[in-house]
């Protein structure tokens, strides 16, 4: 019963706000996505990830081999939803990146926090870095059959990451006031992202359920199952054990159907994969939680 309420405590903050934005879209409110997902992902994202490496007490050792287990994921994950796709005679350009990459922002930053607190969030702030950096690469090149790295360059995220590990590798401290405001403005990113990813849901438009509904069933028994074996490999403590398998157990990226849209893949197939694992992950966040907590 302590762990159902506990399971309870975590997840119930994180589909409230995504259940505010899909509300706020069904009332015929306005809400501009371009403009709130550019101030969480340019500002408040950034100042969250700086502070959070900054302030943690997780060895940068711990934090390192975290990023390691990460990047091997993603590696396992690139071949392995390669010969799924394959297998099944589907368009690698529109179901490669979504098969690959999970929501480790929207939902798997909130889920962190909540779970575990600021250390868990200093443990799932590498993982959501790694999957900036694929994203942004791998998973632009594996649509668009090109990608520049150096865009990069330009991402607040990318910056702020390799700033706050500095800064925790030399124990530095930025002053108080400036700690202070930037904590403050960090705030702002959890319940932006979340209401977002609901609004987000609210307008696309999704087809081929019955696809959509098998290929989120494989992909999150996939992810998970490589998540748990990889953490298993590299002996994590139980922490970031449980981090790694939140992550990569969160639904498909809404930012893959973005790309999709952008590069002209099947945008609405993509839809349907972000739109059934996160109605899945009302059920499978909480397992997965169950068992990691």
């Known amino acids: 019963m302590n762990l159902a309420l506990t399971v309870l405590e ?14 706020w879209v069904k009332l015929g409110l306005e809400y501009r996505v371009e403009f709130v997902t550019r101030l969480a992902m340019s500002v408040a994202i950034p100042a969250l990830i700086f502070v959070a490496l900054m ?39 529109t179901w490669h990146a ?10 798997g930053l909130p889920l962190a926090f909540f779970a575990y607190g600021p250390e868990g969030l200093a443990f799932a702030v590498p993982v959501f870095a790694v999957s900036t950096i694929f994203g942004f690469t791998v998973g632009v090149g594996m649509v668009s059959r090109s990608s520049n ?35 403050l403005i960090g705030q702002m990113g959890i319940p932006l992202m ?18 959509a509904t098998l290929l989120s069933v494989l992909k999150i028994a996939i992810c998970v199952g490589v998540a748990a074996a990889v953490g298993a490999t590299f002996g994590l403590a139980h922490m970031p054990f449980g981090i790694l398998v939140l ?17 002209g893949a099947d945008a609405q ?9 996160t109605a899945l992950s009302i059920i499978t966040l909480p397992l997965i939680l169950a068992v990691v907590l």
């Open 98 to 107: 979504p098969l690959v990459m999970s929501n480790t922002g929207n939902i």
């Open 269 to 277: 197939s993509v839809a349907g994969l972000v739109v059934v694992t």
């Open 194 to 211: 979340l209401i977002t990813l609901g609004v987000a849901i609210a307008r696309i438009s999704p087809s081929n359920i019955g696809r």
């Open 55 to 93: 302030e943690t007490d997780v060895s940068p050792a711990a934090l390192s081999q975290v990023t390691i287990a990460t990047v091997v994921i993603y590696a396992i994950l690139t071949a392995v939803m390669w010969g799924l796709v394959s297998a099944g005679r589907l368009d690698q350009r």
């Open 10 to 23: 975590i997840v119930a903050p994180v589909f409230a706000l995504a259940a505010i934005g899909l509300a």
């Open 247 to 263: 992550q990569f157990g969160a639904p498909a990226a809404v930012t893959s159907y973005l790309i999709a849209e952008k590069y």
């Open 149 to 183: 790295p150096l865009t990069l360059i330009k991402e607040p995220m990318v910056g702020a990451t390799v700033l706050g590990a500095l800064f925790l590798w030399q124990g530095w401290k930025t002053p108080e006031v400036f700690t202070n405001t930037l904590t």
